[in-house]
């Protein structure tokens, strides 16, 4: 054979097993991706050739795949679609899942290794492919009081509702919210355009400001720093601090109250009262003393800084170590760059209502086969021992009187003794948030709150602004 001949078989040879190389590639590598690529037009009819498993909020759908008459045999839809978006997601032909949709969405598809079984089954008898069921925490009469007190101010926030024992979930809302029912057509250019309207909404329909952002507490945390202080075994809530009407330091900006107010004549007080008034000076003070290392470590120990899901991903709490005084005074006061999730200050309430230990906070309760028989059952798990049973105590018996005779009035429920902190965070010269936390009943409480409302105006404070939200809630959960 001469040379270019040889040349030619060589080139073709080659040719041939790269080929083979890229059909392996194909085939063998790149099949699963392919497989569930959402391009792939025959796994989309796939997915909407069968009924998707519903999520259930008592006893009822709030998310659920009815039958229709086209090539895709069923369509997703939200019965209540804003007032659960934030916990069920979407599920969309055009942008595929979030939420629940999203985390448990091997369940609700059917693929789930829990349900071989069942789908071996279906194989053989012929019966059509079903996804099985997700039952969540949410109390849907504390869901739908946090929604109506949020949005009949139109405010932009969040509430979150834990039950203190278990870490269950009774209410997540943020607003403003979405409708997934508009993202979950069958026609994309109705889905994009619909995403399209949220996306350039400045007001961020689409986020989860529950668990998907972050904000300054403000004097929420002035419980971790009084709890970091009870810890140490130096102080009670009668111990008496410093509270002068202006903290001063050498090396930075003087630390004033709000609004300028006098805590005590005398400039001092127990640190029973400076919680109940909030007072901004002492708490500085106490954070100065107590020291930052103290502050973190117990902010941590309530979970700032763990990395949660529930089983959707939560944004990550912040409270970083300080070493210069003003700034620690602004952290033991829950400003400059502490950050957290309103479910975080939701867990912080409720993990002192539970005599100190924080539950693994969760929002599904059960999954379900498609007969409605239970695959798996949710148990509380704890997450962290916050502080003593004593301390614990002590802090409620504060809290309570915040709520009796302190900046929490507003919070009042007749009948029950409520335990709870104002909050209003500055931040960059806006308009300030508003918090509140807070529990019910004082003794053996059944629910924990965490409000934030971001468009305050500056003369609005949590106990004016939040506190109504979270008694609504905590009325809605003890059926009052």
Partial sequence: MNRPLRKVVVAALLMFAALLVNANLVQVVEAHSLANDSRNSRLLYQQYSYQRGP???????????????????????????????????????????????????????????????????????????????????????????????????????????????????????????????????????????????????????????????????????????????????????DTVIPAPDKLTFANGKPLGNFAGETCSSSGRMTLRDALRQSCNTAYGALGVHIGSARIVNQAEAFGVGRSLSIPMPVANSRVPRETAAPFVAQEAIGQHDDSVTPLQMAMVAAGIANGGEVMRPYLVAQERAPDSSVLSQATPKPLSRAVSPTVAGELTSMMETVVTSGTGTAAQIPGVVVAGKTGTAQHGGAAPYAWFISFAPATNPSVAVAVVVENTTPSDTGGIVAAPIARAVMEAVLGR
Avoid: C
Avoid at 153 to 169: D, E, K, L, W
């Fill in 55 to 237: 999520i259930v909020v008592g006893g009822k759908p709030v998310a659920e795949s009815v039958a229709t008459h086209d090539a895709l045999k069923y369509l997703r839809i939200y019965p209540q679609g804003p007032l659960y978006a934030p916990v069920t997601g979407y599920y969309s032909l055009t942008y595929k899942y979030s939420g629940i949709e999203a985390a448990a969405n091997d369940l609700l598809s059917g693929s789930s290794d829990k349900l071989f079984v069942k789908r071996l089954s279906d194989y053989f008898t012929g019966r059509e492919v079903q996804g099985g069921a997700v039952v969540l925490t949410i109390n849907p009469r504390a869901q739908q009081a946090a929604y109506d007190a949020l949005t009949s101010h139109h405010y932009r926030g969040a509430v979150v509702a834990i039950q203190p024992s278990t870490g269950a979930i009774l209410a997540l809302v943020s607003t403003p919210s979405y409708d997934p029912t508009k993202v979950s057509t069958h026609s994309a250019a109705a889905n994009t355009a619909a995403w399209d309207s949220y996306l350039k909404n400045p007001y961020a329909p689409m986020l989860d400001r529950a668990i998907s952002q972050t904000y300054p507490p403000g004097s929420t945390f002035k419980v971790i720093t009084t709890a970091a202080a009870l810890s140490t075994g130096n102080y009670n809530p």
